[in-house]
């Protein structure tokens, strides 16, 4: 490699960079729970990679991360004996973005320096959060397992691009040394940063080390001459708790401390919604701390969405992040982490696709979500709209995926109704049911593309006038989600807009009297060579032309056959690449 040599930075980064100062700067302490998350991560990379290969650790297998200040240089240091990095790796990972959905993520950008600053939040803001507090940053790395002279320095000052160089790093990790912008020196002060460890990073797994104070040379004793010793130095000492939190019982732990933890385990700028957490012991042994979020993921609905997920643990070593095997899609917002004591510690991805324990593990999760959710349905009606909001088109895809559970989901549900004014002011089924009419048996919908679709269409008359209430469902995938779903409560679902109705035995609709079908017959008979008409016009383009008692105003609309699928769920069909 050449000395010194220059790189650039790949546009995204730069524009990243630009924004992250500028966006973070009245929230500049993350700088440091960010630097000491990738110490972390990259000393449970070792520790997990150490399980097959313990030469790995070479002679120094107490990982830990350490923080060290030098107040006339103005620098501030984050070092750890974790994985370390070459220099490829260096390239991939610190000059580039390798996200998927950056781009996105950068036009989803409004330019509103308050908003941005949350998004940015939300999408981790990592490494280059370093620049909001420093001028230039240099990183020095060698791999674990690699000799110490194929160490690589690398270097910025955020201005486009990096300098990269050989270096001699015995001592295998990575250190980052910030040079503090002038108006960050707060942050050279040891007991500023001690405070910002605790309140970040208390629950990181590794002890996060500080210089302590100097002690006293001793006095000497009377009479006996000073003796000039070796000068005092001071020792490195643990600053956090290192406790993993979910193994603590729950009784002892305070919200705050699972806020805290939430914060720094799944990369929120905000507090979960909801959490749950259950320590399983009997057949099976495992801990689980489950937390819904507040605010969707800005990504959340896009395919590829893959951030978050839950941490896989064995025996408190971190395994994996986004164990998906532990969570169905449709339940991809719920965060946190599961920590076994059966499965075995080099458990793999392969592994876990056909494994019995991670069945049961992810069947009595997918409970505890349901379950808190239908709590706080129930208790606290309003948190729970807000919950629906961000997550209720997530919870739609649940009849396609998880049919045993599909009732206790549907159950979560919440729609517009014809029962209500203003859209937004949603019902659940079972409220539904309890103000169906006597002798309604079925779950009146109708589907549409927009709430004023929904409310004015013309199917929605005969109800209107019988005073049936009908949900009215208007999201891109209640289509879809219908498909899957025929009953709720052992009753079915009937779409208004397809096939033959029959509202006969509900009370208040009468029952047709001999002369009432008399008189249509006689209808049908009138308006039989219109219907001939209108078919020889339409041709092929519809299936049939019939006269109807639906209508009371309208004089026609288009009714879907009982199994035609709606074009709209055609069309969502063929996005998904079916
Ligand atoms: P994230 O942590 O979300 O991946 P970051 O921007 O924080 O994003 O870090 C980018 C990448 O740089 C990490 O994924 C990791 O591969 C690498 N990295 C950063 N810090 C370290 C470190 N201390 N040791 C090893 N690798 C690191
Ligand atoms: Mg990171």
Not at 147 to 158: F, K, Q
Request: charged share 30%.
């Amino acid at each position: 490699p050449v000395d010194g040599e220059k790189m650039v930075f790949q546009a995204e980064v730069n524009q990243l960079l630009q924004l992250m100062i500028h966006s973070l700067y009245s929230n500049q302490e993350i700088f440091l729970r960010e630097l000491i998350s990738n110490s972390s991560d990259a000393c449970d990379k070792l520790r997990f990679e150490s399980i097959e290969n313990a030469s790995l650790l070479e002679s120094d297998p107490e990982l830990r991360v350490v923080v060290s200040v030098d107040e006339e240089a103005g620098t501030v240091t984050v070092s750890d004996n974790g994985i370390g990095m070459n220099r490829d790796e260096v390239i991939a990972n610190i000059g580039t973005i390798a996200k998927s959905g950056t781009k996105q993520f950068l036009e989803s950008l409004s330019g509103d320096q308050k908003a941005d600053a949350k998004l940015i939040g939300q999408f981790g803001v990592g490494f280059y959060s370093a620049f909001v507090v420093a001028d230039s940053v240099v990183l020095v790395t060698r791999k674990a397992g690699e000799n110490g002279d194929t160490g690589v320095r690398w270097e910025s000052d955020a201005s486009g691009g990096y300098t990269l160089s050989a270096v001699d790093k015995p001592v295998r990790g990575t250190e980052i040394t910030l040079k503090l912008k002038e108006e960050s020196k707060e942050f050279l002060n040891d007991y500023r940063l001690r405070g910002v460890i605790k309140k970040y990073s208390d629950h990181i797994t590794f002890p996060i080390m500080m210089l302590g104070e100097v002690p006293p040379a001793p006095e000497p004793e009377e009479g006996e001459e000073a003796v000039v010793e070796e000068p005092q130095v001071a020792q490195l000492e643990q600053v956090n708790d290192a406790s993993a939190l979910w193994t603590r019982p729950k009784s002892t732990i305070k919200d705050e401390e699972y806020q805290n933890f939430y914060k720094q385990v799944c990369n929120d700028y905000e507090d979960a919604l909801i959490w749950s957490h259950n320590k399983v012991e009997g057949n099976q042994e495992y801990t689980s701390l489950l937390y819904v979020p507040k605010k969707a993921p800005f990504d959340l609905y896009d395919g590829n969405h893959q951030r978050n997920g839950i941490k896989l643990f064995v025996q408190r070593v971190f395994i994996m992040d986004e164990a998906e095997k532990l969570m169905p899609r449709y339940l991809r917002f719920v965060r946190g982490l599961v920590d076994s004591n059966d499965l075995p510690l080099n458990v793999s991805r392969e592994i876990l696709q056909d494994n019995k324990t991670i069945d049961a593990i992810r069947n009595a999760s997918i409970k505890r979500v349901l379950g808190m959710l239908e709590k706080l349905a129930d208790k606290q009606p309003e948190d729970y709209a807000g919950f629906w909001t961000e997550f209720g088109a997530c919870l739609k895809e649940a009849p396609g995926e998880d049919f045993a559970n599909k009732e206790q989901v549907a159950k979560l549900y919440r729609f517009d109704t014809t029962n209500n004014d203003k859209v937004g002011e949603l019902t659940s089924l079972d409220d539904y049911i309890a103000r169906m009419k006597v002798g309604q048996d079925k779950l009146y919908y109708i589907t549409a593309d927009s709430y004023q679709a929904a409310k004015n269409s013309p199917h929605l008359e005969i109800f209107r006038d019988k005073g049936i209430e009908v949900l009215l469902m208007h999201d891109r995938v209640d289509e879809w989600m219908m498909s899957y779903l025929n009953e709720y409560d052992s009753k079915s679902f009937v779409s208004i807009a397809k096939g033959d109705l029959d509202l006969g035995s509900i009370e208040g609709v009468e029952q047709e009297s001999d002369e009432v079908k008399a008189e249509k017959e006689k209808k049908a008979v009138d308006i039989a060579p219109t219907i001939e008409r209108i078919k020889a016009v339409l041709g092929d383009t519809t299936s049939d032309v019939r006269a109807s008692t639906r209508l009371t105003s309208s004089p026609a609309c288009i009714v879907m056959g009982q199994h035609d699928m709606a074009l709209h769920m055609q069309q969502l069909l063929k996005q998904a690449g079916h």
